[in-house]
């Protein structure tokens, strides 16, 4: 069974700083790309950042230069670290799993979810 489970949302000031982190089970997570999204209430879900099997990262422009990703393969285990958050970054965040083949195709796996609220 695949699971991905987000924690370390929470409540921040502005100009602070949180780290997410998804655990995942039930995929051989070093081949999968990982990424992170958002969702505010009325908004489209985004994509915030990515990281590759092999390491590269691309970020959303919103977060340049304040939101880092990364990924520990030995413990399943993919973070988002959020430095000098702005009120407009409060949204839900959700952890994204992708790889695919040309013989088992497209796999796509999701998290529920976690809160973060940036607010004085």
């Known amino acids: 069974q695949v699971q991905l489970v987000e924690s370390g949302g929470g409540l921040v000031q502005p100009g602070g700083s949180l780290r997410l982190s998804c655990a995942a089970s039930g995929i051989i997570f070093s081949i999968y790309t990982i990424g992170w999204y958002r969702q505010a209430p009325g908004k489209q879900r985004e994509l915030v950042a990515t990281i590759t099997s092999g390491g590269s990262t691309n970020n959303a422009d919103s977060v340049k230069g304040r939101f880092t990703i990364s990924r520990d393969n030995a413990k399943n285990l993919v973070y988002l670290q959020m430095n000098i958050l702005k009120p407009e970054d409060t949204a839900v965040y959700y952890c994204?799993?992708?790889?695919?083949?040309?013989?088992?195709?497209?796999?796509?796996?999701w998290g529920q979810g976690t809160q973060v609220t940036v607010s004085s």
């Open positions: 994204n799993a992708r790889w695919s083949s040309y013989s088992l195709g497209p796999r796509d796996y």
